[in-house]
């Protein structure tokens, strides 16, 4: 079993950075991949970044050119760099974590990060 703790949320104006990082309580090398979802009130959860075990990378459009996902498997953590923030992105975002099989993936409890002057 591995638990998912993420940090680095907070506020920020428009324009600025945040870093946010998903700490895993086990290895991360079994993962077939980890990313960040995020939910803003009202809209349904999106696929915002996640990165393959083999260290390949995808990105929402919305978030492309802005958003940096990696990882550290030394760690045991994966990181979202987030620069020139949009108060659209203000939202819950939430690390998974997927197994390779078919059961549910791991989730972190969230963490909010709220854009705005």
């Known amino acids: 079993q591995v638990q998912l703790v993420e940090s680095g949320g907070g506020l920020v104006q428009p324009g600025g950075s945040l870093r946010l990082s998903c700490a895993a309580s086990g290895s991360i090398r079994s993962l077939a991949a980890m990313g960040w979802y995020r939910q803003a009130p009202g809209k349904q959860r999106e696929l915002v970044a996640a990165i393959l075990s083999g260290g390949q990378t995808t990105y929402a459009d919305s978030v492309k050119g802005r958003f940096t996902i990696s990882r550290d498997n030394a760690k045991n953590t994966v990181y979202l760099q987030m620069s020139s923030l949009k108060r659209e992105d203000t939202a819950v975002y939430y690390c998974?974590?997927?197994?390779?099989?078919?059961?549910?993936?791991?989730w972190g409890q969230g963490t909010q990060v709220t854009v705005s002057s």
């Open positions: 998974f974590g997927n197994k390779p099989n078919l059961d549910p993936p791991y």
